[in-house]
């Protein structure tokens, strides 16, 4: 999900965008696990959707069965970081959202300052 541009920000859009910047940190982080373990990742991956999503999942699984099996802290086959596969920055892409992308940001939005959806500590951060 896109965040909020920097210029139109109130508490309620700079809480979306810490929560949605914190998610964002944990996926990089996980598939960026994926990489260094499986050199599948370091690409493209040419098969249709369903397959790339069935492939991850079968990684994650090996993933986890290799913490499991050899230590959590097992030293990856070939050195890679998230870093090296040339992320560009979300916000530097001057993608326009299309507005079904726009409603569900605002969607979540304001479910996270809702009382259902907040945490304790975002105001800390907004």
Same mark, same amino acid.
């Given at each position: 999900m896109r965040p909020f541009p920097k210029r139109s920000?109130?508490?309620e859009r700079r809480i979306y965008n810490y929560r949605c910047s914190?998610?964002?940190r944990s996926v990089e982080c996980s598939f960026g696990m994926l990489v260094s373990k499986f050199r599948l990742f370091e690409q493209p991956i040419g098969c249709k959707v369903e397959t790339a999503e069935a492939l991850i999942k079968a990684?994650? %699984?090996l993933h986890n069965f290799i913490r499991i099996r050899e230590g959590v802290f097992s030293t990856p086959?070939?050195?890679s970081t998230i870093n090296s596969m040339g992320y560009q920055n979300i916000e530097d892409q001057g993608i326009r959202?299309?507005?079904a992308a726009e409603s569900n940001r605002d969607f979540l939005c304001d479910y996270f300052v809702s009382d259902e959806g907040k %945490?304790?500590?975002q105001d800390?951060?907004?």
């Open positions: 920000l109130n508490k914190r998610a964002r990684a994650c %699984v086959s070939h050195p959202p299309t507005r %945490v304790p500590w800390n951060f907004s």
